[in-house]
């Protein structure tokens, strides 16, 4: 019998597990250890961000599921690794300690065969002063954040049906933040909400962003065909923001919040401010913050993990200047160097690097948009490491039959404009791959056979789709292994 461990249980971790569970066999044990009781459709914060879905709409408790799919559940925090054992042990170990009312704050160690680390991000709030729910900006990053962030809008449309003009500001809160696209997202839908209500000349939409210029989305941008023509996602990006009355402010790095004013430097190096009324800005993202040990207590957190707290794994992390990069710097199984029974998935793995050119301003900040890592590539990657995994349990046998680098493979995102059955729009976007290959397609670095950009209803309706869709696969509901990640 072999034991799989799974910390984590969003996209990537869920993906995972459920994936391993329909390829193992039942003398197999799969376990999951995440502290949250729900399972939320993340790309679906949006929404409830700006009111046009209820939480219940993006959430379902993971106990049930995991229960009716013969997978182990901890409702439990993972607070260190061992992945040596200890002295009393061989055996790789997690320390975990409960959350769950019933066992809350209990310690437990739980021993493994395979570990997948999937534990997302740390929201870095405190990297940037004043940065946060807690303090004076919003967040669409948790179904939580986004239910008070839909709180924090209501006041401010109530106070412009009143008379009073308000200042509302979209983008990231950090010089190297990600998710540019989700704020990007929630920005145009915004915009959409305010004409609909008929509010659009007491309202001031801004966007500020670390992005050298907009539409960069932490992935160098794209050259992408639409209507028969290449355009760059610049030009995509900059005509939505025009039509839907946005400005924009690029090369920016947020340093400190202050109430109604944000920080920020520029990569001239000047120190300006902008001021708000209400702000949803998306933090800098780090490693969830595991610690890791030897067999004799000794740390070994800096071999396990890179500076940002994210896994290492089969990457390249060889410092080179930016013109040296290659698609080989990309991992492909997400299997930790040193710890071969150890992987990452989603966005737990450390990436070699930024998508995005390297950006540093005058006074040497920098200021660049780093990789994203959206619900697709997760799924993805989830799914090919549980599978491996299985495989390599099956067998006996160290060989990896699947491979899922972010150079090697595309994905599609859906940039919704507006909610409605008639009146609904989004921007449809796929890229492939998803890490430009310039060696390859040396004059777009991407195949452009694949690397599309359409605007319209059918696109509002395609993300609606997508949303009960991958509910339903994660609820497991009858055939759910059909439809894709």
């Known amino acids: 019998m072999a034991r799989l461990l799974i910390l984590g249980a969003g996209i990537s971790g869920h993906t995972a597990a459920l994936s391993a569970r329909r390829e193992l066999g039942k003398e197999h044990e799969v376990v999951v250890v995440s502290p949250n009781s729900h399972y939320q459709w993340v790309p679906s914060n949006i929404w409830v961000g700006i009111g046009l879905m209820k939480v219940k709409q993006v959430i379902f408790e993971l106990a049930p599921v995991y229960k009716k799919n013969r997978i182990t559940f901890k409702q439990a925090l993972a607070l260190s690794i061992y992945p040596e054992g200890n002295a009393e042990t061989d055996k790789g170990f997690v320390k975990i300690k409960y959350v769950s009312e019933d066992k809350k704050d209990q310690e437990e160690v739980v021993e493994y065969d395979y570990l997948i680390n999937a534990t997302g991000p740390k929201l870095n709030f405190g990297a940037t002063e004043g940065l946060g729910p807690e303090f004076y900006t919003d967040s669409v990053c948790t179904y939580h954040h986004a239910a008070l962030t839909w709180q924090h809008l209501q006041e401010c449309f109530a106070r412009m049906e009143k008379g009073e003009r308000q200042r509302l500001v979209i983008g990231t809160g950090h010089p190297l933040a990600t998710c540019q696209g989700a704020a990007f997202e929630f920005a145009l839908n915004i915009a959409f909400e305010v004409k609909r209500r008929k509010l659009d000349h007491l309202a001031e939409i801004s966007w500020i962003s670390n992005e050298y210029e907009l539409g960069d989305f932490g992935m160098g941008g794209a050259f992408v065909k639409r209507s028969g023509y290449i355009t760059p996602t610049k030009i995509l990006a900059e005509s939505l923001f025009t039509e839907y009355g946005i400005s924009w402010t690029v090369g920016a790095g947020v340093k400190k919040i202050e ?24 933090p800098g993202f780090a490693g969830v913050g595991l610690k890791a040990y030897n067999k004799k207590d000794g740390d070994i957190t800096s071999v396990l ?14 410092p080179k200047p930016y013109n040296e990069w290659k698609t080989s710097d990309w991992p492909s199984i997400y299997e930790n160097p040193t710890y071969n029974n150890i992987f990452a998935a989603g966005i737990a ?7 995005s050119k390297p950006m540093t301003s005058t006074r040497g900040t920098a200021i660049t948009a780093t990789a994203p890592r959206t619900g697709m590539p997760s799924g993805v990657i989830g799914k090919v490491v549980a599978e491996n995994i299985a495989n390599r349990i099956k067998t006996g046998k160290r060989e990896y039959k699947h491979k899922a680098s972010m150079a090697r493979m595309g994905a599609a995102c859906v940039i919704s404009a507006g909610f409605g059955i ?10 492939f791959p998803i890490v430009p290959d310039w060696e390859k397609y040396p004059k777009w670095g991407r195949n452009l056979r694949y690397t599309i950009g359409e605007i319209g209803l059918a696109g509002h309706w395609f993300k609606l789709i997508m949303h009960y869709m991958f509910l339903y696969k994660a609820k497991t509901k009858p055939f759910w292994w059909l439809i894709p990640e």
């Open 259 to 282: 109430p109604g004013i944000i920080h920020y430097e520029t990569l001239a190096g000047e120190e300006l401010t902008k001021g708000f009324d209400f702000a949803m800005l998306i």
């Open 305 to 318: 993990f890179a500076a940002n707290g994210f896994l290492k794994v089969d990457a390249d992390y060889t």
């Open 349 to 355: 793995f450390a990436p070699p690097h930024t998508i």
């Open 422 to 431: 008639k009146s609904g729009k989004a921007a449809s976007l796929t890229v």
